[in-house]
């Protein structure tokens, strides 16, 4: 089974939904998709209703996620690691203990913007219109990723 982890800042905005897109595109038998914050913020904590609610708007059900933070564990316990933005990237990777951990992080927007190194946008502090966004941005990401994964097996 490959397993994949999606990081943002604090587990409850852009990596639940990313989780939740991502494990939709994939067999539950073949795929594991799991989702982490950098920060200590919101440990135990549902991800933020405006995640929920653009998700169900979309058929996903992300209600049974709670938040965790990423370990040094984890990589081990994943075979690719998606940050959400550099600043994300850079939290993760001064973790990494050696260059096979470092080569398992990878920006989730060089999925489908190849080489831009862009940001998901944090959309906590915006509207609802940015948890939109962030859904489009991660959609598109997440079907090319869903691709390549699938046309391995």
């Known amino acids: 089974m490959t397993k994949i982890l999606m990081v943002c800042l604090g587990n409850i905005c852009r990596s639940p939904l990313a989780e ?11 795929f594991s998709v ?8 919101h440990i135990g904590n549902k991800p933020d209703p405006r995640s929920i609610a653009v998700a169900k708007q979309h058929g996903i059900d ?3 996620q709670q938040a965790r933070q990423f370990i040094k564990q984890d990589f081990i316990d994943f075979d690719i690691i ?4 550099n600043s994300n990237y850079d939290n993760i990777i001064a973790l990494a203990e ?10 989730i927007l060089n999925e489908s913007v190849p080489e831009q190194n862009l940001d998901v946008p944090d959309p906590y502090f915006g ?3 940015g948890f ?10 997440s079907e090319k ?3 390549q994964l699938n046309s391995l097996t």
Request: aromatic share 6%.
């Open 82 to 85: 998606y940050a959400m933005d």
């Open 132 to 141: 939109e966004k962030v859904y489009k941005l991660l959609e598109e990401a």
């Open 98 to 107: 050696n260059d096979a951990q470092k080569s398992k992080v990878k920006l």
């Open 62 to 64: 992300i209600t049974k």
């Open 145 to 147: 990723i869903s691709q």
């Open 127 to 129: 509207g609802d219109n």
């Open 20 to 30: 939740g897109i991502l494990q939709s595109k994939l067999d539950h038998k073949l």
């Open 34 to 41: 799991d989702s982490a914050g950098t920060s200590s913020y």
